[in-house]
């Protein structure tokens, strides 16, 4: 090579990896959910891809969180850099077989995919276009825990997140980690709810608002999946700065911006000494629910219950002067309560549940929020406003 003569990592022709489709793909797929097709920055919609000699880093972006993964996916050594379309590239991929031997291989500034008969050359942007998220210099101290138990954590409580809400500190959950202890917490104002779990370390108390996007991608990444007697489960790794979160877990490495705002207070939205509760099977709930729902209006997703001793009433109508009521047999002996809610946060919760078979509810009365919690579970609380019905 020239020396001194620019671009010289594109000046001749390398295989950049050859690998099966599978491998490639799921490097791929791992990084690309926060990839948006189109994008006022074009270089957004691209992957970096970063080969330095075995070993092939394959980073996407959306400015405000930045996804890192490294696979050893074949192809020459050496040292090169470019970015290509990501969905392009999975879309082309998910075509081929899951055994096919793919190649990747730079021509003049272009990219060339080549599996079986068939060759793809795609247009490339340059990598030192492609903007990398500025890591915050002071991050705190690290901790770690099973991939299943923050999966789970966020399960539970993700689907209480606003959506475009004006209050932006809404649109995401809270994380709080304090001694033994991480909580997470999401609300949209007319419902709350937080789910915790023990840690292995004591850590200095952090409080941070993870945006949406990030929430959906970690619940999209992190497995779940249980480990065999003896081996150690997949655990994540996790650090917050004033402004940032990184994650690292498996092969991937996950910085993400901060929603910054004051989230609410939950400690005083979550009712404490209701004085009237009943524990009751979560699918008959459930079931009930859904069948009074059919007939409750679009807008307007109204269902009343009417606790009474022995019994619960669950009762719905809609414009066209449709009603539904149902009953369901229940061990209370508390006040006569006759309460409304919007029936999608009921069924959200219950939905979100699916482990369990009993579900506890306090009241205290019609214009109070109601609390749904587990049986012998400080884990988990949902707390759902009431509506005039």
């Known amino acids: 090579m020239r020396k001194g003569h620019h671009d010289e990592e594109f000046e001749e022709d390398m295989i950049v990896l050859k690998t099966t489709q599978d491998k490639l793909l799921s490097a791929?797929?791992?990084?690309?959910?926060?990839?948006?097709?189109?994008?006022?920055?074009?270089?957004?919609?691209?992957?970096?891809?970063?080969k330095?000699?075995?070993?092939?880093?394959?980073?996407?972006?959306?400015?405000?969180?930045?996804?890192?993964?490294?696979?050893?996916?074949?192809?020459?050594?050496?040292?090169?850099?470019?970015?290509?379309?990501?969905?392009?590239?999975?879309?082309?991929?998910?075509?081929?077989?899951?055994?096919?031997?793919?190649?990747?291989?730079?021509?003049?500034?272009?990219?060339?995919?080549?599996?079986g008969k068939s060759r793809f050359t795609l247009q490339t942007l340059p990598a030192e276009d492609f903007p990398l998220v500025q890591e915050a210099p002071n991050f705190g101290p690290a901790f770690q825990v099973p991939q299943k138990t923050l999966k789970n954590l966020l399960d539970q409580v993700a689907f209480a997140m606003a959506v475009h809400d004006i209050r932006y500190y809404l649109n995401g959950i809270l994380f709080v980690a304090e001694g033994r202890q991480l909580s997470l917490v999401a609300t949209d104002g007319h419902r709350l709810a937080f789910a915790s779990a023990t840690l292995d370390v004591e850590v200095p108390k952090q409080e941070v608002i993870l945006p949406r996007k990030t929430v959906i991608e970690l619940q999209r990444l992190l497995s779940d999946a249980s480990v065999p007697e003896g081996q150690d489960a997949p655990m994540i790794e996790m650090q917050f700065a004033a402004n940032q979160a990184r994650f690292r877990f498996g092969a991937m490495e996950f910085v993400t911006k901060l929603v910054e705002g004051k989230f609410p207070d939950y400690n005083r939205v979550i009712p404490k000494n209701h004085k009237n509760s009943v524990t009751l099977g979560r699918a008959p709930l459930l079931a009930s629910l859904q069948r009074t729902a059919i007939l409750t209006s679009e807008k307007f997703k109204g269902v009343r219950l009417n606790f009474e001793p022995g019994t619960l009433r669950v009762a719905s109508n809609n414009a066209e002067q449709e009603e539904a009521t149902d009953e369901l047999d229940i061990d209370y002996g508390g006040d006569s309560i006759e309460i409304g809610f919007n029936v999608t946060y009921l069924i959200d919760a219950l939905s979100n549940m699916s482990q369990q078979d009993m579900v506890k509810i306090e009241l205290q009365d019609s214009n109070s929020s109601a609390l749904i919690t587990l049986p012998d579970n400080a884990h988990f609380k949902y707390v759902v406003m009431p509506m005039r019905i």
């Open 28 to 50: 791929l797929q791992s990084v690309s959910g926060i990839v948006e097709r189109r994008h006022t920055l074009p270089v957004l919609a691209n992957v970096l891809l970063r």
């Open 52 to 115: 330095s000699g075995e070993q092939t880093q394959l980073t996407t972006s959306d400015l405000e969180i930045q996804i890192r993964t490294a696979a050893e996916l074949g192809g020459d050594g050496g040292s090169f850099a470019t970015t290509v379309g990501a969905r392009k590239l999975i879309d082309i991929l998910r075509t081929m077989p899951a055994d096919q031997t793919v190649s990747l291989e730079s021509q003049q500034n272009k990219l060339v995919l080549k599996g």
